[in-house]
């Protein structure tokens, strides 16, 4: 039985090559093609390969992404339909994501950006926060994410709702489905959280038209995709003061050319995509526990539905 593990772009290969030995000690992992044949490959652990390297792989049982989102494997004209592709479920990448989430949503809520500018000037600014129970919060996407993010902020009494594709029935929390759906989400949303997949349906998902759904003054957090927004409505939305800050740790190019202008616009806060990242050592037990799946005759968990794009 042998894996490949082929992971470039910030990944840290070295820590994943002994997290995963220590897991599967009884797996022989490469962490290239030069030894040995590409047919003997079983499974692959990847994230931002070089085109053509699944074409190279001729026997791969399952293909597993060292990340969450799976767009860029999607787009692969080279992935095989009959391979089933697993995407990370990882818990320590689900601390992170929740603990970002909830940075910059008191950071909105407790009026921060404004302390800050208040500093800058000098002032001594007093300001009063709403009840978080008086504070909307909207998260778009309910999955694994975003449901922790709104269970969170639920539990902290704010007052959430989120919006997925399909009907889902969380306690204490507002539920919106479908596009129908989401202009009721959006009006609601002092506080706006991205945290959709990337497909078809969610591309420019926060774009004028929406932006300009939500409360003035609202504050956008996109943890997901750069191409969930349209650049340009964000800025114009922010310029007009529609909307009032935001956070992107995610961009249409990373990293973020130097020349765009979302890095000195004073309103946004960039973050170079750091909301969540796949913790080695609790995402080599998950691998383990999906290969062993696997191995035992089982189905591995977090197919990605190809169809469905996510
Ligand atoms: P999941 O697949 O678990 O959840 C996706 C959610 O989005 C589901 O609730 C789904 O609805 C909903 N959804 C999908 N399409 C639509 C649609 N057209 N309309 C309404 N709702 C929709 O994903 P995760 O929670 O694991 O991850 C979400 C995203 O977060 C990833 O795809 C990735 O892009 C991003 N991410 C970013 C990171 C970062 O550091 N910035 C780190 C990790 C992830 P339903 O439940 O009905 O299927
Ligand atoms: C992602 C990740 O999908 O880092 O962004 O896992």
Redesign the pocket.
């Known amino acids: 039985m042998t894996v490949l593990l082929y992971a470039c772009y910030g990944v840290d290969s070295a820590a994943w090559l002994t997290a995963l030995r220590n897991e599967l000690p009884e797996i022989e992992i490469r962490e290239s093609l030069d030894r040995g044949s590409p047919s003997e490959i079983d499974f692959a652990f990847v994230w931002k390969y070089p085109p053509g390297l699944l074409r190279r792989l001729p026997n791969l049982r399952a293909l597993f992404t060292l990340?969450?989102?799976v767009e860029s494997i999607l787009a692969d004209p080279d992935l095989p339909e009959d391979v089933p592709l697993v995407r990370?479920v990882d818990p320590g990448?689900a601390i992170g994501m929740n603990e970002f989430v909830l940075m910059r949503v008191l950071h909105y809520h407790r009026d921060m950006p404004e302390h800050e500018r208040s500093q800058s000037a000098r002032q001594w600014v007093r300001r009063v926060p709403p009840l978080p129970q008086d504070r909307r919060v909207g998260i778009l996407g309910l999955g694994k994410l975003g449901a922790l993010c709104a269970r969170t902020l639920a539990n902290l009494g704010f007052d959430v709702a989120g919006w997925s594709r399909t009907h889902k029935s969380l306690d204490g929390i507002a539920t919106f489905t479908g596009a129908e759906q989401l202009p009721a989400l959006l009006k609601r949303s002092e506080i706006l959280v991205c945290l959709l997949p990337l497909t078809p349906d969610t591309d420019g998902i926060i774009n004028r038209e929406t932006l300009a759904q939500l409360p003035r003054g609202a504050f956008v957090i996109n943890v997901a995709r750069g191409q969930h927004v349209v650049d340009t409505d964000l800025i114009e939305a922010l310029d007009s003061g529609q909307i009032a800050g935001a956070t992107l740790d995610?961009f249409r190019v990373e990293p973020l050319p130097a020349e765009h202008p979302f890095w000195a616009h004073p309103r946004i806060t960039v973050l170079p995509?750091v909301a969540?990242?796949?913790q080695v050592q609790t995402a080599a037990r998950t691998l383990a526990t999906n290969i062993r799946s696997i191995l035992a005759g089982q189905p591995a968990n977090h197919i990605v539905d190809l169809t469905r794009g996510y």
């Open positions: 990340g969450a989102g990370m990448l995610a995509h969540a990242i796949t």
